[in-house]
T-cell receptor, first 113, second 112 residues
Framework: NAGVTQTPKFQVLKTGQSMTLQCAQD?????MYWYRQDPGMGLRLIYY???????DKGEVPNGYNVSRLNKREFSLRLESAAPSQTSVYFC????????????FGQGTRLTVV | KQEVTQIPAALSVPEGENLVLNCSFT??????LQWFRQDPGKGLTSLLL?????REQTSGRLNASLDKSSGRSTLYIAASQPGDSATYLC???????????FGQGTTLQVKP
C-alpha cells in the first residue's frame, strides 16, 4: 500500500527550464492538492482538484499549471522555472474535500539556479 | 480569508514534561481541524483529526481540543520524549470547497 507517491524526490533546474512533478495515490481518493513549503512560511496551497476533471487555484498559483490526469494522478507543471520557485513541493490526497484526514507524499525538493 | 496561526514557533523542553501547542484560526466555519507531525526532510504524518462537531480527540499521549467559537485548538503532549522532537502543524478545512489551510508550525525539541 504505497499511499501518495511523488516523483522525482530531488531536482535541479536552470532558470527558464520546464518540468512536471508527478503525484499518484492508490487510495481511491477524490481530492488532491499541491503545496509548497518554504522556511518560515508553512505550507501554501498552489492548486487543488476536488474531483476528477476539476482543478482550482489555491493561494499561490502563479507560474504553475496542473492536470488531473485521472482519479489517481495529479501533476504540477512549471513552464518556465524561476529561482523564486525553489522550494519543497508536497502532494496530498483526501477522500473528499473537508472529509477525513489528509495523506501526504514525501515531497520533491526543487532547486532553480 | 481563513488564516491559521501557531504559537510558539519553536519550543524546547526537558524530557518528561507535559506541553501544549497552540493553533488559532480566523474563520470558525470549518469542516475539521487536523494536527500533523513533520520530521526533518520528510513528509507530513496525520496525528489527530477533529471534526467540527467534536470537542477533542485522543491518541496515546496526544490530546487535541477544538473550540470553534473562539477559533482555537490545542495539542497536548503528555510525558514528552526525545522521539517527539519534530515540527507540528495544524490545518483547517474550511470555505465552500473545504481545502486545507496550514499554520506555520511549531518546532519542538525534547532534550534527554
Amino acid at each position: 500500500n504505497a499511499g501518495v507517491t511523488q516523483t522525482p524526490k530531488f531536482q535541479v533546474l536552470k532558470t527558464g527550464q520546464s518540468m512536471t512533478l508527478q503525484c499518484a495515490q492508490d487510495m481511491n481518493h477524490n481530492s488532491m492538492y499541491w503545496y509548497r513549503q518554504d522556511p518560515g512560511m508553512g505550507l501554501r496551497l498552489i492548486y487543488y482538484s476536488a474531483s476528477e476533471g476539476t482543478t482550482d487555484k489555491g493561494e499561490v498559483p502563479n507560474g504553475y499549471n496542473v492536470s488531473r490526469l485521472n482519479k489517481r494522478e495529479f501533476s504540477l507543471r512549471l513552464e518556465s522555472a524561476a529561482p523564486s520557485q525553489t522550494s519543497v513541493y508536497f502532494c496530498a490526497s483526501i477522500p473528499s474535500l473537508g472529509q477525513a484526514e489528509a495523506f501526504f507524499g514525501q515531497g520533491t525538493r526543487l532547486t532553480v539556479v | 480569508k481563513q488564516e491559521v496561526t501557531q504559537i510558539p514557533a519553536a519550543l524546547s523542553v526537558p524530557e518528561g514534561e507535559n506541553l501544549v501547542l497552540n493553533c488559532s484560526f480566523t474563520d470558525s466555519a470549518i469542516y475539521n481541524l487536523q494536527w500533523f507531525r513533520q520530521d526533518p526532510g520528510k513528509g507530513l504524518t496525520s496525528l489527530l483529526l477533529i471534526q467540527s462537531s467534536q470537542r477533542e480527540q485522543t491518541s496515546g499521549r496526544l490530546n487535541a481540543s477544538l473550540d470553534k467559537s473562539s477559533g482555537r485548538s490545542t495539542l497536548y503532549i503528555a510525558a514528552s520524549q526525545p522521539g517527539d522532537s519534530a515540527t507540528y502543524l495544524c490545518a483547517v478545512a474550511s470555505g465552500n470547497t473545504g481545502k486545507l489551510i496550514f499554520g506555520q508550525g511549531t518546532t519542538l525539541q525534547v532534550k534527554p
